[in-house]
């Protein structure tokens, strides 16, 4: 038997009680697949299904073998932040996430719901987590803080092609955290009201994260990556209210194209240190202001000046994106700058082409600091929404 229904579990010895602590009965199942599966050639792995129910974790998962797959039946998704700050819930329907419903609840000392590592070669992989809901259930002080300490998935070890899909995360301060990814896919997931939403550490390569709905808080990010080469962005609808939307760290050759991002904040794409050869395409970035009373007055710490989207690194396209940018003019931070949309911070062969801006202010459509070299600008705007500190550029003005 390699299918596992966690509600109908039962093992030797001490019964356990799958709704009083599912972590336990995970391993407890993890622990018998270990026991059943001791052939080097010939280990299948398993599934292990989650009705639908709500269940606690009190007991961190710890997935130490390959070729394991959980699923549920539901993402289960609903607003923690609408119930908490609003007065009178009583006449609602229901005011907790559903489905495959698992509530985040750690009292074994550890702060993840699940912990995927393993030692050794080969490199653990085909590890699939789907379509089941990880519930943090509280933030700290008028839940609003997006800190708890509560961390969804950690991946911690290098692995090799894993899946996160369809499953649904609410009230963590971080929803999924992968180091040394290879081949990963992050898609479909529904991300929100976390305080950080996909965090990928250390290095990786040829990860795909793609078709996810992905909301941080003001302290975090929403994507973040680091030294990863060939990573794939795309088909993302990702919301207010992370420091950005999408944060490059040392990377090259990534694709970010087809995304919708919204954000309150200036810098929505940010690429940091030295990111070399990536195209950023064919997104839609809508900048406003925050209008939910809680956070009013919250800010990332940047300046309108900073860019909608900023480079640092060398070979980086920007093309073919339309960027709406709304703010009350007395709003712009700091008073008296100019807000810039493309800001070539640093770099050499830099193009930025083939954008369209929307806007109610007077904006720098794209601004090359003194450190660039070898620019390529065009068709992106009005040759008075041009500026450069460098006389190492190439420009031609939107007909």
Request: contains cysteine.
């Amino acid at each position: 038997m390699n299918v596992y229904d966690v509600t109908n579990w039962k093992p030797r010895g001490k019964p356990l009680n799958v709704y009083e602590d599912i972590g336990a009965v995970i391993n407890a199942m993890i622990k018998d697949i270990k026991a059943r599966q001791t052939d080097q050639a010939a280990k299948p792995g398993a599934v292990i299904y989650i009705p639908p129910g709500d269940y606690s974790l009190k007991t961190r998962v710890v997935i130490d073998i390959s070729n394991l797959t959980i699923r549920g039946s539901g993402h289960g998704f609903s607003s923690l932040s609408i119930r908490y700050n609003t007065d009178d819930t009583s006449g609602w329907h229901e005011i907790n996430p559903g489905s495959s419903h698992i509530k985040v609840e750690n009292t074994d000392g550890q702060n993840e719901a699940i912990l995927v590592l393993r030692d050794g070669s080969p490199r653990i992989g085909a590890v699939v987590l789907e379509n089941f809901c990880l519930d943090g259930t509280s933030f700290d002080g008028d839940q609003n803080s997006y800190i708890n300490g509560k961390t969804g998935i950690l991946i911690e070890s290098d692995n090799d092609a894993c899946r996160i899909r369809d499953m649904g995360m609410v009230y963590l301060e971080h929803a999924v955290v992968v180091r040394g990814a290879d081949a990963l896919d992050v898609s479909g997931n529904f991300l929100t009201e976390c305080g950080n939403g996909i965090e990928l550490l250390g290095a990786g390569q040829a990860t795909r994260v793609s078709d996810n709905h992905i909301g941080a808080g003001p302290n975090g990010y929403s994507l973040l990556a680091e030294n990863h080469n060939g990573l794939l962005v795309t088909g993302n609808n990702i919301f207010p209210r992370g420091i950005d939307s999408v944060h490059l760290r040392d990377c090259y050759r990534t694709n970010i194209s087809s995304n919708r991002m919204h954000s309150f904040y200036p810098g929505m794409v940010t690429l940091e240190g030295t990111c070399k050869e990536n195209l950023i395409s064919s997104n839609m970035f809508e900048r406003q202001v925050e209008g939910f009373a809680p956070f009013i007055g919250v800010g990332n710490g940047l300046g309108d000046d900073f860019g909608v989207v900023q480079v640092n690194g060398d070979g980086n396209t920007i093309t073919s994106n339309h960027v709406t940018l709304i703010i009350p003019s007395d709003q712009v931070q700091p008073a008296g700058v100019t807000p810039t949309i493309f800001r070539i911070k640093r770099g050499d062969q830099n193009l930025v082409g083939a954008n369209h801006v929307i806007s109610n202010l007077g904006v720098y459509t794209v601004y090359l600091d003194a450190d660039t070299t070898n620019s390529h600008v065009f068709d992106s705007g009005a040759e008075d929404q041009f500026h450069s500190d460098s006389d190492s550029y190439g420009f031609r003005a939107t007909p």
